[in-house]
């Protein structure tokens, strides 16, 4: 445990991993150690590098001899005060987190997926063994999300939070809209600039921004939530036809994670999800573009607070990593850590809101044969499911004899709407599956 009353000024950093993130710590411990030194009083020095794969060390700017390639010299050596891990994934993240917070280090994470599966079991350890765990990095890399739920809005009852979480997907979606870039091409470039996961696929499929989503709605609804408790759908299965038809129509499409309470009949409970909508070009989120993140959150004295910034990349994320190293050196940390009640068994549990019982607008298109009485038949079903349509469009009829259908409806349940697009999928004139996007934040 750090002692920061007891007077002590030097602080010994130990990072395991050096690829994009923990590059990017040493380099901002490097270059900001006078900086910190001026505002803080606290001289952090950058102690040891465990990296397992030599290679990623040819541009390291740090002395050779800080370098091991044994995270466990890292994490036993007495006189590292605090652990950053950035290696990712689960294990042997998990593994190494554990001992150093039983080796009475500090630990500092940026690691979401472990977090959102093992979070509970690291921060009952991290309680017992007097230490605190660092993981505004987690969320929104340079934003400062964390925080800002755990200390700024803490007079709040936050009621909602919709966000664009993921910076891979909102770079693809930007470059696909924008510059008409292939889904991957704009892929490959989101990789090679360092802001998709090791398995990109986490990103594409909306689990990344299903991770960060459990660690907001955990910390905003004093619950604790799985990852199994958020619906998601990824932006893998758009198609660019959609996306231009709706912004036709006005709209632009975004990956968005949405936590938002509700009460119903005195009962209360949340939605989580995440998955593709299409929003008005007015909305705030809409110009949120590239790699940037944003979060709207609404709590019941603010109203609606957004944040905004880069939330993916090395520098952004190294920012959040040393600003909770400073909060650990400083003393901060421990104090809020024991506090938080985050993760803690004895909390209520809010009940998760089906899916089935979330309220949306939708974009559906469907494909059908161009003969009269189909637009009729298409919309009494839709009626005879309480669906209401708000607008309309067909596009013209290709040479095979089939026309699009675009309909937008106005606000439905999920379950009624599903039961509609199940009855017309099986009408004789309908000639591919129908695609939808939800609209608005529901
Ligand atoms: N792959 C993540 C993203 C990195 O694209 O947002 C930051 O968590």
Not at 53 to 62: I, M, N, Q, Y
Request: hydrophobic fraction near 45%; charged fraction near 25%; glycine fraction near 8%.
């Amino acid at each position: 445990m750090i002692e920061n009353d007891s007077g002590k000024k030097i602080f010994r950093v130990g990072i395991l991993g050096y690829g994009t993130v923990g590059s990017g710590v040493a380099q901002v411990l490097l270059e900001s150690r006078p900086t910190l030194k001026e505002k803080t009083g606290l001289d952090i020095r950058l102690h040891k590098i465990a990296e397992k794969d030599e290679a990623k060390l040819k541009e390291a700017r740090f002395d050779r001899s800080l370098w091991t390639d044994d995270a466990r010299k890292v994490i036993q050596d007495p006189s590292v005060d605090i652990v950053v891990e950035v290696i990712g994934g689960i294990e042997p993240a998990r593994t190494f987190v554990k001992e150093a917070l039983a080796a009475g280090k500090f630990v500092v994470t940026a690691n979401k997926a472990l977090l959102a599966t093992h979070g509970q079991e690291l921060f009952e350890a991290a309680l017992a063994a007097h230490s605190a765990i660092g993981f505004e990095a987690s969320v929104c890399g340079g934003v400062p999300i964390i925080g800002a739920i755990r200390d700024g809005l803490v007079a709040n009852r936050i009621d909602s939070l919709c966000g664009i979480l993921n910076g891979t997907t909102n770079y693809i979606l930007t470059r696909m809209l924008e510059e008409g870039a292939s889904y991957a091409d704009a892929l490959k470039e989101a990789q090679s600039r360092g802001y998709a996961e090791a398995n990109p696929a986490l990103d594409v499929t909306g689990g990344d921004a299903a991770h960060k989503l459990v660690l907001l709605a955990n910390l905003s609804f004093h619950s604790i939530f799985h990852l199994s408790d958020v619906h998601t759908e990824g932006i893998d299965k758009i198609s660019l036809e959609d996306v231009r038809y709706a912004s036709e129509l006005g709209y632009t499409l975004k990956l968005l994670a949405i936590a938002r309470r509700r009460e119903e009949k005195g009962a209360e409970g949340v939605e989580l999800r995440v998955h593709p909508a299409l929003i008005p070009r007015a909305h705030p989120l809409a110009s949120v573009r590239d790699v940037f993140n944003a979060v709207l959150v609404r709590g019941d004295a603010t109203g609606e607070v957004m944040f905004y910034g880069r939330g993916a990349g090395k520098l952004p994320t190294a920012s959040a990593i040393v600003a909770d190293i400073v909060d650990a050196a400083r003393g901060s940390a421990s104090q809020t850590f024991t506090k938080l009640q985050f993760f803690q068994k004895d909390r209520p549990a809010l009940p998760v809101v089906p899916m089935a019982q979330v309220q949306s607008r939708y974009y559906v298109h469907f494909r059908v044969t161009d003969r009269p009485g189909v637009m009729g038949k298409l919309a009494a079903v839709l009626g005879e499911h309480e669906v209401s349509i708000a607008s309309l469009i067909q596009k013209d009829q290709q040479a095979n004899g089939e026309v699009s259908i675009i309909i937008l409806t106005h606000q439905t349940l999920e379950e009624r709407f599903r039961r509609a697009l199940k009855e017309i999928e099986a009408l004789p004139f309908v000639r591919q599956p129908s695609r939808f996007i939800r609209v608005g934040e529901g």
